[in-house]
C-alpha cells in the first residue's frame, strides 16, 4: 500500500547545530517530494519540495537530498534556531495519478538552548 | 488577505450528533482535501474534490461527508457514524496540476 515513513519520530539538536530529519518512501515511481513544518497547534506550512529528476535542493537555511536508490529523503536545517522546534513532514505524490500526497508520520524536532 | 480558513478553531459537540466543519479559500483553487490528525500521528486523508460537484473517497471516509458546490467552499461533516471523532482536523487547497497544498489552521473537534 502507499506509505512514506520516517526513521526516527523525535530529534534533538543544539541550537546552532544544524538538523538532519529522515524520511523513507515506499513508491519507486514517485516523481514528487514534499516537506512540510508543522507547530503545536497550527497547520502544516510547505518548507520546501524536489522532483525526481533532482538529487539536490537548497533553500534558505534548508536542504533537501533525494536518494532514489534506496528511496530516502532528508530535509538538513542550518543553524538550527528555537524557532524551528516543530513536527516536518515529509510527503510523496499519491498514486494512480490522484492529485494527493501521502505524509509520513513526522519527526518532532526540539531545539535544545 | 488570500488563504484558506477554517471555522471554528474549537468545537464540542455530544456524542451522538453530527456536526459541519467549515472551509473556505479565497485563492482560486481548483482541489481542495480534509484531513484528521491525531495526537503524535500524521495526517490521513478523508475526502478530496478537484473540482466542484465532484469529490473522492480518502483512505478513512467513513463516518463522513462533504459537498463542493462552490469553488471556494469544502464543508466536511461528522456524523454519528464515526465511531472516534475527537480529532484535528486539516482542510488544504492546491492550484491547478500542483501537488503543493496549502493548509489552513485547523479545527479542533472533541465530542463527548
Known amino acids: 500500500g502507499e506509505s512514506v515513513g520516517l526513521h526516527l519520530p523525535t530529534l534533538s539538536v543544539q541550537e546552532g547545530d544544524n538538523s538532519i530529519i529522515n524520511c523513507a518512501y515506499s513508491?519507486?515511481?514517485?516523481?514528487?517530494f514534499i516537506w512540510y513544518k508543522q507547530e503545536s497547534g497550527k497547520g502544516p506550512q510547505f518548507i520546501i519540495d524536489?522532483?525526481?529528476?533532482?538529487d539536490k535542493r537548497q533553500g534558505q537555511r534548508v536542504t533537501v537530498l533525494l536518494n532514489k536508490t534506496v528511496k530516502h529523503l532528508s530535509l538538513q536545517i542550518a543553524a538550527t534556531q528555537p524557532g524551528d522546534s516543530a513536527v516536518y513532514f515529509c510527503?510523496?505524490?499519491?498514486?494512480?495519478?490522484?492529485?494527493?500526497?501521502?505524509f509520513g508520520q513526522g519527526t518532532r524536532l526540539t531545539i535544545n538552548p | 488577505d488570500g488563504g484558506i480558513t477554517q471555522s471554528p478553531k474549537y468545537l464540542f459537540r455530544k456524542e451522538g450528533q453530527n456536526v459541519t466543519l467549515s472551509c473556505e479559500q479565497n485563492?482560486?483553487?481548483?482541489?481542495m482535501y480534509w484531513y484528521r490528525q491525531d495526537p503524535g500521528q500524521g495526517l490521513r486523508l478523508i475526502y478530496y474534490?478537484?473540482?466542484?460537484?465532484?469529490?473522492q473517497k480518502g483512505d478513512i471516509a467513513e463516518g463522513y461527508s462533504v459537498s463542493r458546490e462552490k469553488k471556494e467552499s469544502f464543508p466536511l461533516t461528522v456524523t454519528s457514524a464515526q465511531k472516534n471523532p475527537t480529532a484535528f482536523y486539516l482542510c488544504?487547497?492546491?492550484?491547478?496540476?500542483?501537488?503543493?497544498?496549502?493548509f489552513g489552521p485547523g479545527t479542533r473537534l472533541t465530542v463527548t
Open positions: 513508491n519507486s515511481a514517485s516523481d514528487y
Open positions: 488544504a487547497s492546491t492550484h491547478g496540476q500542483s501537488y503543493e497544498q496549502y
Open positions: 524536489i522532483r525526481s529528476n533532482m
Open positions: 485563492l482560486n483553487h481548483d482541489a
Open positions: 474534490s478537484q473540482i466542484v460537484n465532484d469529490f
Open positions: 510527503a510523496e505524490k499519491g498514486f494512480q495519478g490522484a492529485q494527493k500526497l501521502v
